[in-house]
C-alpha cells in the first residue's frame, strides 16, 4: 500500500511563492509518475502538474506553464512543486497523486490510484 503525505501549503500573498511536498511512503512499486492536482471550491478537480518517476519528463497544465515546477527524488520518494508568481485564482487545496501511468494524458485522475489528503493553498490579492 502506497502512502502519500504532501506539506507546504499557507497563505501568500499575489505574487509570492510556495513549495510544495509530497513523501511517498509504503510499498512504491508500480509507480510510474507522480503528479500534483488541484480543487478549487466549487470547481472539479484539475491536474497541474507532473512527471514520470523513470527519465523524469513532465507534464504541465496551461495555467502552470512558466510558474510552477515539478521535481522529484527517487532515492527517497519525494516530489516538489515549486509554484512562484501565485495569483489568488490558484487558490485551492493541492493533493499528491501517483500511480502506474499508461501513455497518454498524465493529467488525468485516471491515471492515478494513490491520492494524498491535501495541502491548502490560499493566495490572497
Known amino acids: 500500500q502506497v502512502r502519500l503525505a504532501e506539506s507546504g501549503g499557507g497563505s501568500v500573498q499575489a505574487g509570492g511563492s510556495l513549495r510544495l511536498s509530497c513523501v511517498v511512503s509504503?510499498?512504491?512499486?508500480?509507480?510510474?509518475?507522480m503528479a500534483w492536482f488541484r480543487q478549487a471550491p466549487g470547481k472539479e478537480r484539475e491536474g497541474v502538474a507532473a512527471i514520470r518517476t523513470t527519465g523524469g519528463s513532465t507534464w504541465y497544465s496551461d495555467p502552470a506553464k512558466g510558474r510552477f515546477t515539478i521535481a522529484q527524488d527517487n532515492s527517497k520518494y519525494r516530489m516538489y512543486l515549486q509554484m512562484n508568481n501565485l495569483q489568488p485564482e490558484d487558490t485551492a487545496m493541492y493533493y499528491c497523486?501517483?500511480?502506474?501511468?499508461?501513455?497518454?494524458?498524465?493529467?488525468?485522475?485516471?491515471?492515478?490510484?494513490?491520492w494524498g489528503q491535501g495541502t491548502r493553498v490560499t493566495v490572497s490579492s
Open positions: 509504503g510499498s512504491p512499486y508500480n509507480i510510474n509518475c
Open positions: 497523486a501517483a500511480g502506474p501511468c499508461g501513455d497518454s494524458d498524465l493529467l488525468r485522475s485516471y491515471q492515478y490510484n494513490s
